[in-house]
């Protein structure tokens, strides 16, 4: 199993920029697939962004194309998440998650079996 731990929540206005970090341990953390969730009160669960330990591949959901930027670290066993551009509507709790050596493109949420405590983000003036 690996284990997640997210930053970098906090409060921001319309606008701005966030960097969420997803910290892994664990054994072989490498191999993990690891994508960004979020979810807000009264809302399902959305994801939001996946990077593939295969082959380095991303995606992203429709609501934060070409605003948000996920990166991984294998030295520092981190992902990150660059979020910006940020609007109200990005308000949420956002968690990471990973499934073991899969493909971004073909996963369910059911394949991520590690899940992080998550961190607030909240855009408002």
């Known amino acids: 199993q690996v284990q997640l731990v997210e930053s970098g929540g906090g409060l921001v206005q319309p606008g701005g920029s966030l960097r969420l970090s997803c910290a892994a341990s664990g054994f072989a953390s490498h191999y993990w697939t690891i994508a960004w969730f979020r979810q807000s009160p009264g809302k399902e669960r959305e994801r939001v962004s996946c990077?593939?330990?295969?082959?380095?591949?991303?995606n992203y959901g429709d609501s934060v194309k070409g605003r948000f930027t996920i990166v991984r670290d294998n030295d520092k066993k981190t992902v990150y998440l660059q979020m910006n551009s940020l609007e109200t509507e990005d308000t949420a709790v956002y968690y990471c998650?990973?499934?073991?050596?899969?493909?971004?493109?073909?996963?369910?949420?059911?394949?991520?079996?590690?899940w992080g405590q998550g961190t607030q983000v909240t855009v408002s003036a």
């Open positions: 990077i593939s330990s295969i082959d380095g591949s991303t």
């Open positions: 998650a990973a499934a073991l050596g899969i493909h971004c493109s073909n996963s369910l949420s059911a394949d991520f079996v590690s």
